[in-house]
């Protein structure tokens, strides 16, 4: 158990539903993540939390909305999402979010179990 | 773009045996970090390792180990006395100032077999 826990594990929903995934921290953390994990290829960074405020969105159709209402709960809500949309969501935290531009730190990301999601 | 490129999708060994996960980077920065992540059939992903650029000294964990070339910019993961928990998928990361958050391979399969 590494502290960040999600919900729903798997998620099969229609094109023109709408759900929404849970993350929850208990480490004490200030930054929170959302990654796209699909078979074979590399992590695609999704959205980075900085102590509540969004710091990052790597060009997230707007299909995808997330929500952090503290510094330990994060959500991804979902609308009108497409089949190619189907994957492994994970969500991560770290004490200390990354910076463009400022030299990095050994700061670990601890990962969730993800949510195993399925679009119709 | 900066790249980090496992280039074996999948290995499979015996318990017990050593095995070697390649990593090549590229990367036009100094200072940097780079990272190998496990995730396990569960797909909780965990650190492994991790290595500073500017040590030259490899990075171990128990029976984990790296082979850190810079200027090859090769990050290999050896696994000495293989485990049957040792079979997971292994990213390799690596950071980087010109973007937020790591880079990331397509990872590696990795079986252990009985």
């Known amino acids: 158990e590494t502290g960040v826990t999600q919900t729903p594990r798997h998620l099969v929903m229609g094109m023109t539903n709408k759900k929404s995934l849970k993350c929850e921290q208990h480490?004490?953390?200030?930054?929170m993540y959302w990654y796209k994990q699909s078979a074979k290829k590399p992590l695609e960074l999704m959205f980075v939390?900085?102590?509540?405020?969004?710091?990052e969105n790597n060009s997230v159709p707007s299909r995808f909305s997330p929500e952090c209402p503290n510094s330990s709960h994060l959500f991804l809500h979902l609308h009108t999402l497409q089949p190619e949309d189907s994957a492994l969501y994970l969500c991560?935290?770290?004490?200390?979010?990354?910076?463009?531009?400022?030299?990095?730190?050994?700061?670990?990301?601890?990962f969730g179990p993800g949510t195993r999601l399925t679009v119709l | 773009a900066q790249t980090v490129t496992q280039s074996q999708p999948e290995m499979s060994v015996q318990e017990a045996e050593t095995v070697t996960l390649s990593c090549t980077y590229d990367?036009?920065?100094?200072?940097?970090?780079l990272f190998w992540y496990k995730q396990p059939p569960s797909r909780q992903m965990i650190l492994v390792i991790r290595?500073?650029?500017?040590k030259q000294q490899n990075a171990t964990e128990n029976r984990f180990s790296v082979n850190f070339q810079k200027a090859a910019k090769s990050f290999s993961l050896k696994i000495s006395d293989s485990q049957l928990g040792d079979t997971a998928m292994y990213f390799c990361?690596?950071?980087?100032?010109?973007?937020?958050?790591?880079?990331w391979g397509a990872g590696t399969k990795l079986i252990i077999k009985p």
């Open positions: 939390y900085n102590f509540k405020e969004q710091t």
């Open positions: 990361a690596t950071s980087s100032t010109r973007v937020v958050g790591l880079i």
């Open positions: 991560a935290s770290s004490q200390r979010p990354p910076e463009r531009g400022v030299p990095p730190s050994t700061d670990t990301q601890y």
């Open positions: 290595q500073e650029a500017y």
């Open positions: 990367t036009s920065e100094n200072n940097y970090y």
């Open positions: 480490l004490g953390h200030n930054a």
